[in-house]
């Protein structure tokens, strides 16, 4: 039977009468007055591994673009290897399969990511202002490397050697702390004797230098991998906003997006980062899904089992904590809906500031507890709005 949350949401849903590529913004100016003065909004994903959430944050990001002015697409990869990307869909030549197997990531080599670099591409074409593709991750920056060894010669070689082939594994293996006293050395030479070119290129090395010399888990969280990767991601969103002119839509999974702090607070996450610089000018959509399929890594005994990403399904979730219970009880389909202002029934003021739990999927999962996996949330302490897709299927590896 519906109550006061499941009416209240139904009545302010905005249905996705289609996640095609090509249907356009028209069907979501509903949203429009709700985005209004808001600069940079945080697109989530519930997995990394379904396709429905490429189809759906573009469409969104299209939406941004056409109806609000939005400038540059910000995506959780890695800001060396993106250069690449943004190259190609600001028109260059080059082969967009090859630029997203550069960025380094298993989880956008996808055919989805591809179609969405063609529409962007085509939407450049014929753009008064072309929107960039910027990455914003600090993971994967040889090609960082291979620019500053190009631009600062021989005179920098003394500081480039002992960072050798620094992020060949990515944060797949703890670095030893001196290599981000290393990288630090290296933008202060920079900084002071390089050319303007060779400032990012030295920024996103020592970003990368700190992140991977952090241990993943520590008694204090904000000595963490994790924590410091964040701070860095947001860190680098805002400095695509030190244009006045630039509004950023900013694709991440939903645990960077959101502004809720983890670990007793101790643990800040992009989007906490994110909503503390721009207050109400950041807008954090969490994207969610009834049932269905996503593609990641198994583990099992601690360790990862060969093979590369496989196909997870979990049915639909029926836990009266649960978010996308809620959510699916509210109406059938896909919809967005906007978690700011309103009128907002007492009944509704408590779910969305009661403690919940929602699905949530990294690159790895397993495969005997996926179906029963939740991660705690607090609604309105977390998102400013909320997708909700009824059912997802996997993404397509290229």
Known sequence: MPDDVTEWLAARAVPLASLDPGAGPAGLRPLKAALQGVRVVGLGEATHGSAEFFLLRWRLTEFLVKELGFTTLAVEASAAAARAVDAYTA???GDPRAAL???GFWTLNTAEMLTVLQRLR????TADRPVRFVGIDPQHPMMALAELRACLGEAAAPLLDPLGDL??????RQLDRQVEADARRLEEYVTEHGPPEAREPARIVRQFADVASRPYTHADPARTLGVAR???MAENVALLLSDPAAKVAVW???GHVSKRAGAGGAAPMMGTHLARAFGEAYYALGVLFGHGEFRAHRRRFGRLVRGGPARFRV???DTGRNVEARLSAARPGDYVVDLRGGDRPEAVSAWLAAPGELRSFGGIARRLTARRSFTPTVPAEAFDGLAFLD???GSTPL
């Open 122 to 125: 085509e939407h450049n074409r």
């Open 230 to 232: 964040d701070r860095y």
């Open 391 to 393: 059912r997802v299927g």
């Open 91 to 93: 028109g260059g030549p």
């Open 252 to 254: 991440a999974h939903n």
């Open 101 to 103: 197997a550069g960025l």
């Open 167 to 172: 992020g060949a594994s990515g944060f797949m």
């Open 315 to 317: 049915p639909p979730a």
